[in-house]
């Protein structure tokens, strides 16, 4: 018997001279398995579909499209002949999502397209990947250059608030969003031009907009001019635009992320990666620190202050941003810190040596481990006898906090 | 930008338009698919709650082409395009924007610097591809694309023209389209370019397409031509 055979991301399809699907065997559906076997096949490498549809088939020729894939199956101990577009190869791409649905790949087409879609860009990253040069160098500027305007932007804003304040004090307590407050002035800028429509019309909600229109009405500010005003909102422009370019920056992040760090990205996302790979230095150097100092990375200070007074060493350093740890209650944020900080190792080896893509697996594995650790440890532990402590320990603690409660 | 903004009205062609403006001035668009993002420095305008994006003749060999005559768009809402040269992605946002949700652009292009820019435009589109290969070898992508309806190629070589050719054996549907942009000086520089286009031409037509519209490009691209032709 001769076959038509036709590789794709999907796996690989078996067809008769007339293009009548005979067999075939499919690809596992997973992102990083899928991309290796794409990259192999450019190797020469058959995709492991196409070798069991082989042997289930038995076929004594076998066409393929590829002349590079030839060598390899013929050891396989086949006849194989090469024929670029043969009818196989048509008949499966002129209805790919069709063929995909029937041959339960996909469940429609929408999801075979975005399968396709993230396959893709994981193929592209990675063959960029190895053209990269210092690649992380740029995502750590990036990384540096977003927490710069944040910085920027919280000091723009207390500026804007307590000038626009002279003006429209009320609206200070009742917005607290930097964006927001920032828009208000910008678009609207006049208390009396503070209306329930054009506060709907940037995004506040219906109740919040009366709010403040009414505040509005009954302010106890002070009237300004013309000049006044424009000064007050050529600093809320710039505030606008600094958010607008924060949303590029992030974006152009997120990219260059998963193509430099795409296991560390998809664990812990593209600013948090980036705050690791900032701290470590590179890739490369946080590829070789142990999972212990990837948990407590950012607190090096608690961590010299722990050694020279042996008192506890803390728990977590910039990890702690990771949603799964601030959000749990105290006791369970350092086991949840050490699973993490134990898959990032793992991720950033990945990452720094081979570029595989495994995200998805070490992103299953560490949801398991805190579904562990919430059931495990759902009571807090019973309460330590505490051993009693020295009187100037407790005053930096104290001195910390105060320093904290500042508005963001 | 609304303000100086008098209309946007319908073209001929599916998912085109025109904006027009106070002052008087012209431009073709596309309603942006990606709301909030530009792809090249491109104006935006917002008319009747819809988002359009200009499409610059200048920048862009399609919008160029249909300027200066083009009878017929074979991209349309849905079209299924494999676009190759697809560079920091200028031409291919559009096309995305034409084709909308439903369709689907491939876009194959072989340097990766320029790759980089167009996985950033790709991000905010579901419908792009961006797929780094050389159009040379269509088996280096055949496990990613599927069969189009337009073949798009603007990769500025000396043989695109048998590239295309090879390509479309590959991908392209019976009755499909190519759109091929001609760069008279990087295929033969001491010929008159007009001559240059005759012969790519030909070409096509001894290969089986039917060439539909030799368009130049002139002013928008100097020497440079836009070829239709359908396939078989
Ligand atoms: C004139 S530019 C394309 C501009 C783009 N079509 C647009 O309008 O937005 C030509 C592009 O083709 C790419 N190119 C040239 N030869 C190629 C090949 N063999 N395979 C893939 N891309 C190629 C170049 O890297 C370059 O980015």
Redesign the pocket.
């Known amino acids: 018997m001769r076959i038509y055979l036709a590789e794709h991301t999907i796996g690989s399809f078996a067809f008769d001279e007339s293009g009548n699907l005979l067999d075939y065997v499919l690809n596992p559906k997973e992102l990083g398995k899928v991309v290796d076997i794409l990259i192999n096949t450019e190797k020469g490498e058959p995709m492991p579909s196409t070798v069991e549809l082989i042997q289930k088939l038995k076929p004594t020729e076998v066409v393929i499209e590829s002349e590079t894939e030839s060598a390899k199956m013929q050891s396989l101990g086949i006849k194989v002949v090469s024929k670029p577009h043969h009818v196989g190869a048509k008949v499966l791409r002129s209805s790919l999502a069709e063929i995909a649905v029937k041959a339960k790949f996909a469940e429609d087409p929408k999801d075979i397209y975005s399968f396709l879609y993230q396959v893709t860009l994981e193929y592209t990253r990675r063959k960029l990947r190895k053209a990269a040069q210092k690649r992380d160098l740029l995502a750590i500027q990036a990384i540096r250059a977003i927490d710069d305007i944040d910085k920027t932007i919280n000091l723009f804003s207390e500026r804007l608030r307590e000038w626009y304040s002279i003006h429209f004090p009320e609206a200070d307590k009742l917005v607290e969003d930097h964006d927001q407050y920032a828009k208000i002035v910008s678009n609207i800028g006049y208390r009396d031009a503070v209306t329930v429509e054009a506060l709907t019309e940037i995004g506040l909600n219906e109740q919040k907009a009366k709010k403040l229109a009414d505040a509005a009405k009954k302010s106890i500010g002070a009237d300004i001019s013309d000049a006044d005003i424009n000064s007050i909102r050529d600093l809320a422009n710039t505030i606008l635009s600094l958010f607008r370019l924060r949303a590029s920056l992030y974006d152009y992040l997120d990219s260059i992320m998963r193509e430099v760090s795409p296991n560390v990205t998809e664990l812990v996302g593209p600013t948090l990666g980036a705050r690791l790979l900032s701290l470590a230095g590179s890739l490369e150097e946080l590829s070789k620190m142990p999972a212990s100092t990837i948990q407590v990375l950012g607190a090096e200070k608690a961590l010299f202050r722990a050694l020279k007074s042996g008192s506890r060493p803390p728990k977590h350093g910039i990890i702690f941003q990771y949603p799964a740890i601030h959000v749990s209650p105290r006791w369970q944020r350092g086991k949840i810190a050490r699973a993490l900080a134990a898959k990032l190792a793992i991720a950033s080896r990945i990452d720094a040596y081979s570029g595989r893509f495994v995200g998805t697996q070490l992103v299953e594995q560490v949801n398991k481990r805190i579904e562990e650790i919430k059931t495990k440890y759902a009571q807090p532990p019973p309460k330590k006898q505490q051993p009693p402590r020295e009187e100037g320990k407790k005053d930096r603690r104290e001195h910390k906090k105060g320093k904290k409660g500042k508005r963001r | 930008m609304s303000e100086s903004i008098e209309t946007v009205k319908e073209t001929g062609m599916e998912n085109i338009y025109e904006c027009i403006y106070v002052d008087g001035t012209v431009r073709l668009c596309t309603k942006n698919l990606a709301k909030g993002f530009t792809v090249y420095g491109e104006r935006t305008v917002n008319y009747n709650g819809v988002e359009y994006r200009e499409w610059n003749a200048f920048r ?2 399609l919008a160029g082409a249909i300027l200066k005559g083009l009878k017929e768009n074979p991209v349309k809402k849905g079209s299924k395009v494999l676009y ?4 920091s ?4 946002s559009h096309i995305s924007d034409i084709v909308e949700d439903e369709g689907k652009v491939y876009g ?4 990766p610097r ?1 790759v980089r820019e167009l996985i950033l435009v790709a991000q905010h589109r579901h419908n792009l591809f961006p797929i780094l290969a ?3 070898f269509p088996q280096s992508y055949s496990s990613l694309v599927e069969d189009a309806e337009v073949l798009y190629v ?4 000396p043989d695109q023209t048998d ?1 295309a050719i090879y390509n479309a054996r590959y991908f392209l549907k019976e009755g499909g389209h190519l759109l091929l942009a001609i760069k008279a000086r990087s295929i033969d520089v001491t010929k008159d370019p007009t001559e240059v286009f005759k012969t790519e031409a030909e070409k096509l037509k001894n290969e089986g397409f039917d060439v539909q519209q030799v368009i130049n490009l002139n002013p928008y691209d100097k020497d440079h031509a836009m070829v239709l032709a359908r396939f078989k």
Do not use: N, W
Not at chain 2, 84 to 87: D, H, I, K, N, P
Not at chain 2, 108 to 111: N, P
């Open positions: 862009s060999k190759l040269g697809a560079a992605g200028t031409t291919p194959v292009e072989f340097s320029v050389d159009a040379r603007d990769i500025a070589q590239i």
